[in-house]
């Protein structure tokens, strides 16, 4: 079984809140059959392994903006001393789902 089988589906929302000093936990977090239910808020959304196209990325960060969110099956990680404000909770999309 690969790792993306296992890898849980999200909804990614971006949450409105701008920091001064990265990095800045602008992303909410919801399991996928849980829509309502936030789980936490996260730093940084990588889609490098979705897409290399600059255009389609944008598309799919556009759609963290929407009300429904992205929707994407992924892995947490955290990168350490992402800036000043210290680690990030990283989001590594492996597919988009929708």
């Given at each position: 079984m690969s790792h993306?089988?296992?890898s849980p589906a999200y909804i990614v929302k971006d949450n409105g809140k701008r920091c001064f000093a990265p990095p800045c936990d602008h992303y909410d977090l919801f399991h996928a059959d849980r829509p309502d239910e936030k789980l936490q808020s996260i730093h940084e959304l990588d889609?490098?392994?979705?897409?290399?196209?600059p255009t389609?990325?944008?598309?799919?960060?556009e759609r963290?903006?929407?009300?429904?969110?992205?929707?994407?099956?992924?892995?947490?990680d955290t990168r350490l001393k992402a800036g000043p404000?210290?680690?990030?909770?990283?989001?590594?999309?492996?597919?988009?789902l929708g």
């Open positions: 993306d089988s296992q889609l490098s392994a979705v897409s290399d196209d389609k990325l944008g598309e799919l960060q963290a903006f929407s009300a429904e969110g992205l929707k994407l099956v992924g892995t947490l404000a210290g680690d990030a909770i990283v989001l590594r999309a492996t597919r988009v």
